[in-house]
């Protein structure tokens, strides 16, 4: 008869053949210290409009109010490391800042694929059931991945991991088999705080709290409407994503490039020109974003992310090519639009402008015009 440890040994090969970086094994139980924090975290309003967290909230402490069969969480992470720093292009402002891990093929489609082949290979070989989750179900997956020792939760509220720093996908499959957990990692942090004080809109109002409201990759990829006036300017050239509090950890001096091929960036991710971005149509956004997580937020939220990054980039040149965008069909594009052009011609070119112009129908947008004309650039 297999034993436990033989399980779990050729479990971690097979996962390993198959491209993960890190396994770990964890008891299917519930957390009553994660309950409560996340309890918190909704009550104060820090999710933003993310309301599928606050909808999911009595699920996502307790691994058996999704699969009361299960008993072991079998936690999986896939490195996708990057070949280069991303921090020196945010001072190329003339270029789009997309965070790295959305530079390649959508982590879901990858990670997925590898948890079905683990899965069926796991079903074939020990006859139990089991349920695969990648980021699309209410999966505490960091706190999981920490009880099963790949790594911990950061100040950053990130996971962080001895071996791969700060760049880890991660996966879980719940199995109906009952395997001794591996020992939880314990925090390494100590009294380093380079994550919290490198972001730009300081969205950790305590170490391992996370304020969304104020994350930019809160406001750049979940955040529906427009950018709030006071963040825009600290968004810089980021149009998707944000990797600040994760570059800067000291760990990633331990990571390595990420060796799966279909998470490779693609070339023309890497720092596009902002100039390039501005002319999608619907259809060209989704032919240029197919496969890629940029896809999902839309032509007009990333429209809007690329104009922001254009007002920030001091560059008056490219108001030539921002202008036929305050006739765009989308309120958010048009407002972000103005915002852009008040930045690159102050108040006097954007007033000439409005001259030439009948009042927008939405009320947002000139509200728009009424702050941009009257402020002082």
């Not at 996502?60 to 079998?74: I, Q």
């Not at 705080?193 to 994350?215: E, I, V």
């Not at 032509?299 to 036929?324: I, M, T, Y």
Request: net charge neutral; aromatic share 8%; glycine share 10%.
């Amino acid at each position: 008869m297999t034993g436990a440890a033989d399980i779990k040994d050729r479990i971690r090969a097979e996962a390993k053949a198959l491209g993960f970086d890190s396994v770990g094994f964890a008891a299917a139980v519930p957390d009553p210290k994660l309950r409560e924090r996340l309890a918190l975290f909704l009550a104060e309003g820090q999710h933003g409009e993310m309301g599928w967290m606050e909808a999911n909230a009595d699920r996502r402490a307790d691994p058996l109010t999704l699969w009361p069969e299960a008993r072991t969480v079998l936690s999986l992470g896939l490195n996708y490391g990057p070949a280069e720093d991303p921090l020196p292009l945010l001072q190329q402002r003339g270029r789009g800042a997309i965070s790295v891990y959305a530079q390649g093929r959508d982590y879901h489609d990858v990670v997925k694929k590898k948890l079905k082949a683990l899965g069926g290979w796991i079903h074939r070989s020990f006859n139990t059931e089991l349920k695969v989750f990648v980021d699309t179900a209410p999966v505490m997956e960091k706190p999981l991945a920490m009880q099963a020792g790949i790594g911990w939760q950061g100040k950053h509220t990130n996971l962080v991991s001895r071996d791969y720093g700060s760049w880890l996908f991660l996966g879980e499959i719940y199995l109906a088999i009952e395997l001794p957990p591996d020992a939880p990692e314990r925090d390494h942090c100590g009294s380093c705080r380079a994550c919290l004080d490198s972001c730009p809109t300081a969205a950790f109002p305590t170490p391992y709290r996370l304020d969304a409201r104020r994350c930019i990759s809160y406001l750049t990829i979940e955040h529906k409407g427009p950018i709030p006036h006071e963040l825009r300017p600290l968004i810089g050239n980021r149009i998707y994503g944000c990797d600040d509090c994760l570059a800067v950890c000291p760990w990633n001096k331990f990571a390595e490039m990420g060796r799966e091929a279909a998470l490779a960036p693609r070339p023309e991710l890497n720092g596009p020109a902002l100039a390039s971005l501005l002319g999608f149509d619907d259809a060209g956004f989704r032919a240029a974003f197919a496969g890629s997580p940029i896809k999902r937020i839309g032509r007009d939220r990333f429209l809007r992310n690329v104009l922001v990054a254009v007002g920030n980039s001091g560059d008056a040149a490219l108001a030539p090519l921002v202008e036929p965008l305050l006739d765009d069909a989308a309120a958010t594009v048009r407002g972000a639009a103005v915002w852009a052009l008040s930045r690159l011609l102050g108040p006097a070119g954007l007033r000439r402008l409005a001259s030439a112009r009948s009042a927008d129908p939405e009320a947002e947008v000139r509200e728009e015009w009424r702050v941009g004309i009257a402020a002082a650039n």
